[in-house]
């Protein structure tokens, strides 16, 4: 990558010079000297800055990511005390099988901060019918501090921290939402954008943020490419409340929350800049 930057730039020194070679006969000698001079100027600047903060710092991680919730289910308890929220007593993972990137930056020989964007999701479902009320899902950005040993020239293991930024929200199932009984009568309906009976039903959630731990091996093939497996818990819960309304008056029925600590299984390539 440095060599290509110093081809890069005496390439275009090359073509500059030309330029003032053939322009010398109108009189710009001085003006396309001043140029010249600043544009080596910038180049130099520019090669310093890539190699002073991010010549074989900065790397980017392509990796293949399955998460598992650590609390699935709850008591199918008909008082509705011990289960999630209302007769929600159980989450199942949505497409916990993905591709994800993360973004590295090598502070020093053993210390590393990582960036990745994560989504993730599950569906509920209740006990007294095993039907669904819908998907709750978290996006955001996870900050991590890494901290890395040798263990021979190539492989190392790694520890990390970090934190994780997630906003929360609930994809409500259209036959619930409207207040009808089951998704069967609700299509027989033709799915209507109405209730019956002019009740209708929401699950409003809230953002959360959490801890984040991971722990992994790196294993170098080449000046360039790692080979990553990593595992990674993130500690999340996202508080909920269920409200009704009738004929658009809106109140609050019942609290809970969803348990979304998951623990992440990862292997990938890093490519080193």
Not at 22 to 44: F, H, I, W
Not at 148 to 156: A, D, H, N, Q
Request: glycine content about 6%.
């Amino acid at each position: 990558m440095r060599k290509a930057t110093y081809l890069s730039v005496t390439m275009f020194g090359m073509i500059a010079c030309f330029a003032h070679a053939q322009s010398r006969s109108d009189g710009s000698d001085k003006t396309l000297s001043a140029r010249e001079r600043q544009t080596d100027r910038e180049s130099v600047w520019i090669i310093e800055v890539y190699d002073r903060m991010l010549a074989e710092r900065l790397d980017i991680n392509l990796y293949l990511r399955y998460f598992a919730l650590h609390h699935k289910r709850r008591p199918e308890d008909v008082r509705r005390e011990e289960t999630f929220l209302g007769f929600i007593n159980q989450l199942n993972e949505i497409d916990p099988l993905a591709l994800r990137l993360a973004l590295g930056y090598r502070i020093n020989d053993w210390l590393a901060l990582e960036v990745l964007y994560e989504d993730i999701a599950a569906r509920t479902k209740n006990f007294n019918n095993n039907l669904s009320d819908g998907n709750v899902r978290l996006r955001g950005p996870m900050v991590s501090l890494i901290a890395s040993y040798p263990l021979t020239e190539r492989l190392s293991t790694y520890v990390g921290l970090g934190y994780a930024f997630m906003r929360s929200s609930f994809n409500h199932d259209a036959w619930w939402t409207w207040g009808w009984s089951s998704p069967e009568a609700y299509q027989a309906a033709g799915s209507p954008q109405a209730s019956p009976g002019g009740r209708r039903r929401f699950i409003d959630v809230r953002d959360d943020s959490g801890l984040v731990r991971s722990l992994g091996l790196l294993y170098k093939a080449n000046d360039r490419i790692t080979l990553k497996a990593a595992v990674r818990r993130v500690d999340l819960t996202v508080k909920t409340h269920y409200y009704s309304s009738l004929h658009g008056v809106r109140e609050q029925r019942r609290k809970g929350e969803f348990p979304m600590t998951h623990t992440a299984y990862s292997v990938g390539l890093v490519y080193v800049f």
